[in-house]
């Protein structure tokens, strides 16, 4: 057993703490997208001179590209700590049934499912061991944590 294990909360997480933790990382992803709008409006001030001018991307590659960061974020934050600035602050962490990280490949294809159907968290309620349809699928678990 490793010490993340012996901290391992008992309490699996409900509806409103991990609605409130997508919430927060819903936030980090628009400030990354922010972020690297920002930063290809400096390297275009920087190569072609004044004005500064942040890019104006279409809808649909602004979509993919939110897409793509946010699936992204969560894959790589499941996998390598159990949880993302949100779980953080909420107190939450996402592993394996039995407590043990994601690995990358489930921690990507459970990153997917959250992305695609966010609506999957409102099974929480109906299910006895509180799990969402992402959870199910994917055999996760979400519980409360002391990081």
Avoid: N
Avoid at 43 to 62: E, I, K, N
Avoid at 88 to 108: E, F
């Amino acid at each position: 057993m490793t010490q993340g294990d012996r901290d391992f909360g008992a309490g699996t997480a409900g509806v409103v703490s991990r609605c409130l933790a997508a919430l927060v990382d819903v936030i980090v992803v628009a400030a990354i997208g922010l972020a690297v709008q920002f930063a290809y409006g400096g390297l275009r001030l920087l190569v072609a001179g004044p004005p500064f001018r942040m890019p104006d991307p279409s809808a649909w590659l602004t979509g993919v590209l939110g897409w793509a960061v946010a699936v992204l974020y969560l894959s790589v934050s499941w996998a390598t700590t159990g949880g993302t600035l949100g779980d953080w602050l909420l107190g939450l962490r996402v592993t394996g049934r039995a407590g043990r990280l994601l690995g990358a490949p489930r921690a990507l294809l459970r990153a997917v499912l959250c992305v695609a159907f966010p609506v999957g968290l409102l099974w929480i309620p109906f299910s006895r061991r509180h799990a969402s349809v992402q959870d199910v699928v994917m055999a996760s678990a979400v519980r409360y944590h002391r990081f």
